[in-house]
Every structure is written in structure tokens, then in C-alpha cells.
């Protein structure tokens, strides 16, 4: 038995000489790519210098908020990762032509035909149809609210956005069964973003009945693919852009929007005076009886605004960015390290939920306060990136929460559930699923208080006829 023993620890001992002997300079060797360089290099990052081991969102941000250089040198799975602690180099890194995303494959990438389209009048005609879907989510809450039941947000605008972004793209409505085999294909189409299935790419880029419909998303990107790039890409790429556009816009814009209005409503729940301030901006802009909110209502509702630019400072609906530089990138004056230039090819990485949460550029982060804005906008507030590689759902995205935070809050009280529901985590959007409100019809509540205070002379009298 002793002679196992002895061997055992042979094997271990050998196998301990080889990993110091291999190991050891390998991290050595990837340490040493930034300290040649000048740059500080986050500790605890041992094992990101392995091929595999991926750096995630929560370290990143605790990275940052210990970094005392505007650029912190990393590794995300053996890679070379410049953490971007300065605002100036991360507004670059967002905006700049010399950075792209992580997979770029040259210039046919280019920018996504959805930013050529998705203007003011693009979100005026797809309005209507948004507004419809809105009010079947509100009138679908009318019996919970009657009955003060607690609902998960996530689920229900999870449904809504599907319906709407799914009717304004392909401009075919959506029935039931169809939206739910809609939802479960972009649920697959998520966990393979890689692959654009053959249920999406069924979806003709042209109208099959030859009647006339008002314009939609699919519509527009073909015509904008026609006018712009045919003859640069030719029609089968200029397909496939356009269906992969449209792909991505789709997959993006559903849990985003449920993310953002979910996180809304829990903020408003927490506080009831938020709440309510909002909810009487709002009966000074739209009607009591209205079923259809307008364009011009929604830019009057300013202080709504802000609350949605709020819940995005708090919960940016992506935490974290990646850039890959395309050329070398020079870093500005006074950022740090004797090296001046990121290489081709080096991943930058923006965290944004740490700018969103820095003092240096929001007073008292931690706190939901909606009044910070407009004055607190600085390049420090990115939620949805900046530049011509910005998020491509952003405005349908912030265009639907308007509605449905609007329509919801001037009929409907929310009331936070702390015994079932959690909190969100903006590390992880799943999280947003175990959120939980208790909704109340307002005009109940207005209905008691006045019946209650009818009553009220007559309990002070202690009896009930005369």
C-alpha cells in the first residue's frame, strides 16, 4: 500500500514541476506583453491568461473601480485586454472608426443598414402598430389589477415586444400561436447567435401579396440596401446582409425592452412618491379615456424621459462592451504608461456599468433619482454605446418602454412583491424574470377612497340610519 502512496505522490510532484516549469513563464511571458509596455496589470488575473478562461462583467467593474490608471492591462482567455478606465479612451473605443466589434471581418461588415432607417419617421409609422400591442397588454392586465394579484413583468413585455417588433419588421401580424413559435425561435436563435435559422431566413425581403401596406422595418432595409449597396455587394450579399440586419434587430430588441421596462417598474414600486409624480406628469399630458398615445404626447413627457434615462444609468442593458481595435489607437495625453499606441488587433473593453456607477461622474449612484438628468448627461452616460456602432435597437427599444411605462403607470398602480419576487441583477438579464409587482387599478382605489369618505360622517355618528 505504501508503495501506491509513493508513487502517487511521484506523479503529483512530477506533475507540479512540469506546471511551474511550463506555467510559470508562460504568465510571465503574458504579464510581461503590458509591463513592457507601461501599463499596470490587474491583479488576481491569473487565470484569464489561459486560452478559455473569459474575464466576466462583475470582475470588470471591480477591476475599475480599483484602477488607478486610465488604461489597466488584462487577458480574456489568453488574449491581451485593455480595460478602458479613462472616459475619453472608452468614448473612443465606442465611437471611433478604428474600433469595431469582436468578429469584425473588414470593410462589407460595415455599419447595419438598420441605423440608415431607423430615423423619427421610421418610429412615427411603426407608432401605431406598437400602440396596439401596448393596449392589448394593458387591457390583458385589467382583471389582475381589479384583483390586486402580483404578475411578472419580465413575462408579459416579454410577449408585448415580441408581437410588436415581430409585426413592425416583417409587417405580418401576429397571432398567438404564431408569436409564440416567433418567441421560441428568437430563444434559439439567441444560444446560436452564430446561426441564422431557416425559420427567420423564410421571411421574404419582398411583399408576397402585392397589396399595399404601410411601410415596416423589412420594407425599409430592402429599399435601403437597394439604393445604397447594390452595386458595391451585389444582390446575394446584399440579401444576406439585409436578412442578418434584420436577424440581429430582432434577437436584440425583445429582452432589452422587457429588461428596461421591468427595471422601471421595480424602481417605481420601491419608491410610491416617484411613482406618483409620474404618474400625475402624465395625466397632464394624455387623456383620461385615451387608447392610443401620439408622437407629440410622448416628446411632451419629459420627466419620463428621464426616469427611463435613469433605470439606464442604473441597469444598462449592457454592462459591458467589447471593442477590437482596427489600427493602431494612440492613446490621449496624460492617460498613463509609456506605451502610446494599442496595437491592431488588441481587445478594448469598456465597462459600462462602472462609468454608469462612478461618482466621480453621478452624485450618489447608488440612488434612483431621475431629476440627475438632463444636466448629469455626460460621455460617461453610454447605455446603449455611442458612435456608428451604438446598440441598432435603441430607439425601437426606447420608443416601446415610453408606451408601455406611459400607459401602464397612468392606469395602473405598482406595488413592489419583497416576499416572492428579487431584485434585478444587472450582471444578468434572467434575472429580471424573478421580479415581481403587485398592480391595483387606480380608478379603484379612487372609486374606495371616495365611497369611504361618503361613509366616513356616518361612522363618526356610530350609526347607519337616521
Known amino acids: 500500500m505504501s508503495g501506491y502512496i509513493t508513487v502517487a505522490l511521484e506523479v503529483l510532484a512530477f506533475l507540479a514541476f512540469v506546471v511551474m516549469a511550463v506555467g510559470v513563464p508562460y504568465v510571465r511571458r503574458k504579464r510581461g506583453y503590458w509591463t513592457d509596455r507601461g501599463v499596470p496589470v490587474a491583479g488576481g488575473t491569473l487565470a484569464t491568461t489561459f486560452p478559455g478562461v473569459r474575464l466576466n462583467e462583475r470582475l470588470l467593474t471591480s477591476y475599475f473601480k ?4 486610465a488604461v489597466v492591462g488584462l487577458h480574456d482567455a489568453g488574449r491581451p485586454c485593455a480595460l478602458a478606465c479613462d472616459v475619453r479612451i472608452a468614448a473612443s473605443a465606442m465611437g471611433n472608426d478604428g474600433f469595431a466589434e469582436p468578429g469584425y471581418r473588414g470593410a462589407q461588415d460595415g455599419c447595419s443598414l438598420v441605423r440608415t432607417v431607423m430615423d423619427a419617421e421610421t418610429m412615427a409609422t411603426v407608432m401605431p402598430v406598437m400602440n396596439e400591442c401596448v393596449a392589448e397588454l394593458v387591457t390583458s392586465l385589467e382583471a389582475v389589477a381589479n384583483r390586486r394579484l402580483t404578475i411578472a413583468p419580465w413575462t408579459r413585455v416579454r410577449k408585448c415586444a415580441a408581437t410588436a417588433v415581430a409585426t413592425c419588421v416583417y409587417g405580418q401580424p401576429m397571432i398567438d400561436s404564431r408569436i409564440e413559435a416567433f418567441a421560441a425561435q428568437c430563444d434559439k436563435a439567441l444560444k446560436s447567435p452564430a446561426v441564422i435559422t431557416d425559420y427567420f431566413a423564410g421571411y421574404g425581403l419582398s411583399d408576397d401579396d402585392g397589396r399595399a401596406q404601410p411601410p415596416h422595418i423589412k420594407r425599409l432595409l430592402h429599399e435601403a440596401s437597394a439604393d445604397h449597396h447594390q452595386q458595391q455587394l451585389g444582390s446575394d450579399v446584399n440579401s444576406k446582409r439585409v436578412r442578418s440586419n434584420m436577424f440581429e434587430f430582432v434577437t436584440g430588441s425583445i429582452e432589452p425592452t422587457a429588461a428596461l421596462v421591468t427595471a422601471t417598474l421595480y424602481e417605481l414600486a420601491l419608491d410610491q412618491n416617484l411613482q406618483n409624480r409620474l404618474r400625475k406628469h402624465l395625466d397632464g399630458v394624455l387623456d383620461e379615456h385615451q387608447q392610443q398615445i ?29 471593442r477590437v481595435t482596427t ?89 413592489l412583491d419583497s416576499e416572492t419576487g428579487t431584485p434585478p441583477n444587472p450582471f444578468d438579464v ?6 415581481q409587482v403587485m398592480v391595483a387599478n387606480r380608478n379603484m382605489r379612487d372609486r374606495e377612497s371616495s365611497i369611504e369618505a361618503s361613509l366616513k360622517p356616518i361612522n363618526d355618528k356610530k350609526f347607519l340610519f337616521f
Do not use: C, W
Open 430 to 435: 434572467t434575472s429580471f424574470a424573478g421580479v
Open 294 to 322: 401620439t408622437i407629440d404626447q410622448l416628446d411632451r413627457l419629459s420627466y419620463l424621459e428621464n426616469v427611463l434615462r435613469e433605470t439606464l444609468r442604473k441597469y444598462p442593458l449592457v454592462p459591458v462592451v467589447r
Open 327 to 415: 489600427k493602431p489607437y494612440t492613446l490621449p495625453p496624460g492617460s498613463g504608461g509609456r506605451a502610446s499606441t494599442l496595437e491592431t488587433d488588441t481587445l478594448v473593453v469598456v465597462p459600462v456599468h462602472a462609468f454608469h456607477h462612478d461618482g466621480r461622474h453621478f452624485a450618489a449612484p447608488e440612488a434612483f433619482r431621475p431629476d440627475r438628468f438632463p444636466e448629469q448627461l455626460t460621455v460617461a452616460y453610454m447605455p446603449y454605446g455611442t458612435g456608428p456602432r451604438s446598440y441598432i435597437g435603441k430607439h425601437f427599444v426606447g420608443l416601446e418602454a415610453k408606451l408601455i411605462i406611459a400607459a401602464l403607470v397612468s392606469r395602473y398602480e405598482v406595488h
Open 66 to 69: 480599483h484602477a488607478t490608471a
